[in-house]
């Protein structure tokens, strides 16, 4: 594995497997398991994420409507980044305004008198980095139509015991949604067809292309959100550069949930081959887990959407698509196919004098979060929830349509988005940007000839001074992940990378090569990461 990793130290995250029994997670900034002595006032809870249990577990993210569709369940989990209060006692924990009794993790017998007699109750348990407040409702409540839970820190100070401000989880069945949501009604809508007038599309996208529904992601707006316009509105896009810590975090080896990780990426169009979603070691094959690479296909480029300065900065599009309640388009052109009403709750909006088009959302503003009346902007830190997809190569080089990798040419896409959140509270201290250089010599047709040797010189700028500040005297440091997915490094004759002030520069040099009587391509994918300290 070639991993150059200048001091940099990832957060651990671990689960708690005492309890069969669903786990919520919040999202948050890092956990301190330590009470502080000398506060003031009670430690506000922080909410990481939502889990159950099961091998691997399953991360249950929060619905456009707010809650979380977590019944039947025994217990709920809530994961907690916020610091640890010091003592089990010193929280209020609340189902539907009644209050719950704490009770040890190892006192059975007090867990059993409660249950029988259709109480519930609630367990802690501290971790290195983090911790459960795990909620169990009463028998009566575990399969019924939801609840409320608060949570609220204690401080006791003198005679007089402050509270924090309430953290609530608002618990429903997995089955029910308050508002339908884009993932739910935006696949397999039918074929596309040419007519008289034109051609005539779904707006929809093939299931079969789907990596994995509801996964959340985090990252910068490389640019304001803009709409797909021509003869109808097709969709409002969103271009994110992931933030690999929160990725690490969800996703990673030691991260909330392994479920990514144990995936496969089924290809477009989806008679490809399967590739693992997770990323391995170019040297022997081993797995590293979901990373950046993970996220990142060789058409994964933010010059795609023309950010200035950033085109071989990695980005994942989120795309929201817009609901036509009737045929929308121009003679001879396209056009969209209606579909009635649209589903309760969501709202028509016109841009570029489309109508017809309904949204779950006003998308150019966020769901929940920060400044909610703001439109979205470049440089927004971010948390997006939608459906991971793989879209197809459009005309992308088809060097990569080959071998291990055919069908995997092209982009991974967050299609739709089915709800996006601006989270400055979320942005991590350290700011890290990433890149990517993509080179690919293809075999050329017999005799033919062409050029046995490819290279390839790349910048990849770091994120701006506003974004990502820099502490003074630092300077930019970065690591390299080689994807050995896509690479053959016996074919690489050299990639070297030299910091150049605020950016890298990346030469790769590959060569075709000849195995088994067989041609193969020269090979090589990697991406890098960018911070300042």
Not at 340 to 359: E, K, L, R, Y
Not at 434 to 461: F, K, L, Y
């Amino acid at each position: 594995m070639t991993l150059r990793l200048r001091r940099q130290s990832m957060p651990r995250w671990v689960f708690a497997t005492s309890v069969a029994v669903l786990t919520i997670v919040i999202l948050g900034a890092a956990a301190t398991c330590e009470g502080s002595s000398q506060s003031t006032e009670p430690i506000k809870p922080i909410l990481k994420a939502i889990l159950h249990p099961g091998q691997p577990p399953t991360l249950v993210a929060r619905n456009l409507g707010g809650e979380y569709g977590v019944l039947p369940s025994v217990s709920v989990f809530l994961r907690l980044e916020s610091a640890w209060p010091g003592n089990a006692e010193l929280m209020k924990v609340a189902i539907d305004g009644t209050l719950l009794q704490w009770v040890r993790k190892d006192d059975i017998p007090t867990q059993q008198d409660l249950a029988s007699r259709g109480l519930g109750y609630y367990l802690v348990d501290v971790r290195p980095d983090d911790y459960d407040v795990i909620v169990v409702p009463a028998p009566s409540q575990r399969t019924g139509s939801g609840f409320a839970i608060e949570l609220r820190n204690l401080l006791q100070a003198g005679t007089q015991t402050k509270e924090s401000a309430p953290i609530s989880v608002e618990v429903t069945p997995a089955a029910s949604k308050k508002i339908i949501e884009p993932s739910d009604v935006f696949f397999d809508c039918g074929s596309d067809y040419q007519a008289i007038d034109g051609k005539h599309y779904r707006n929809c996208k093939p299931g079969a292309s789907i990596v994995k529904r509801n996964v959340v992601l985090a990252g910068w707006l490389m640019k304001d959100p803009f709409t797909n316009c021509s003869d109808y509105c097709e969709d409002m896009h969103y271009p994110l550069m992931v933030d690999p810590l929160f990725l690490a975090k969800f996703y990673g080896p030691k991260g909330v949930t392994s479920e990514l990780a144990t995936g496969r990426l089924p290809g477009n169009p989806d008679s490809a081959p399967d590739l693992r979603a997770d990323d391995v070691s170019e040297s022997d094959g081993s797995s590293r887990g979901i990373d950046l690479n993970s996220m990142t296909l060789p058409g994964n480029f933010c010059a795609d959407f023309d950010v200035i300065g950033f085109d071989r900065s990695t980005c994942v599009v989120g795309e929201l698509n817009a609901w036509h309640d009737k045929d929308t388009g121009r003679s001879f052109g396209t056009w969209v196919v209606g579909r009635g009403p649209a589903p309760a709750g969501w709202v028509q909006i016109t841009f570029s004098g489309d109508s017809n088009a309904f949204w779950p959302y006003d998308p150019r503003k966020p769901v929940r979060g920060d400044a909610l009346n703001d439109p979205l902007k470049e440089g927004d830190y971010v948390v997006m929830k939608g459906t991971l997809w793989q879209d197809g190569a459009h005309g992308l080089s088809p060097c990569w349509d080959l071998g291990p990798t055919e069908g995997h040419n092209a982009w991974l896409e967050l299609h739709p988005v089915d709800w996006i959140e601006r989270r400055n509270d979320l942005k991590p201290q350290k700011a890290i940007a990433s890149g990517m250089i993509e080179v690919c010599n293809p075999v050329p047709p017999p005799g033919s000839g062409g050029d046995p040797v490819a290279d390839q010189s790349i910048v990849i700028n770091s994120l701006p001074a506003d974004v990502a500040p820099r502490p003074d005297g630092s300077t930019l440091h970065y690591d390299e992940l080689i994807d050995g997915r896509f690479t053959d490094m016996a074919g690489v004759d050299f990639h070297t990378v030299t910091v150049v002030g605020d950016r890298l520069e990346v030469k790769v040099r590959v060569h075709r090569r000849t195995e088994n009587g067989k041609e193969l391509p020269g090979r090589f994918k990697a991406v890098y990461r960018l911070w300042w300290e």
